[in-house]
């Protein structure tokens, strides 16, 4: 069983930063990946940025270049730097770990953050 927590979501204003926590309840080196979701209002949840299998990065198209993802062994723990927010980012923004059982993965979530983008 695998815990997320997530913290550092809020309102901030267009053009602003934030950074999002997410720390897991046993040894990131026992998860196979890890990444941040967000879903708006009335959509789909969607990959934002991760961490895949040999400690590589993949980030959504529209947050290249303004978010980072970036890990912290030590503390188990997965951050989120946004910059340069905009308010159609404003969604809650979930952090996500998959576990490999067998031939397949489990997929396990924190609570979520709400972070809010004001025009």
């Known amino acids: 069983q695998v815990q997320l927590v997530e913290s550092g979501g809020g309102l901030v204003q267009a053009g602003g930063s934030l950074r999002l926590s997410c720390a897991a309840s046993v040894s990131i080196f026992s998860i196979n990946a890890m990444g941040w979701y967000r879903q708006a209002p009335g959509k789909e949840r969607e990959l934002v940025a991760g961490?895949?299998?040999?400690?590589?990065?993949n980030y959504a198209e529209y947050v290249k270049g303004r978010f980072t993802i970036s890990r912290d062994n030590a503390k188990n723990t997965v951050y989120l730097q946004m910059n340069s927010l905009k308010p159609e980012e404003t969604a809650v923004y979930y952090c996500n770990a998959k576990r490999a059982l067998g031939s397949s993965f489990l997929d396990y979530w924190g609570q979520g953050t709400q972070v809010t983008v004001s025009s």
């Open positions: 961490f895949t299998s040999g400690s590589r990065r």
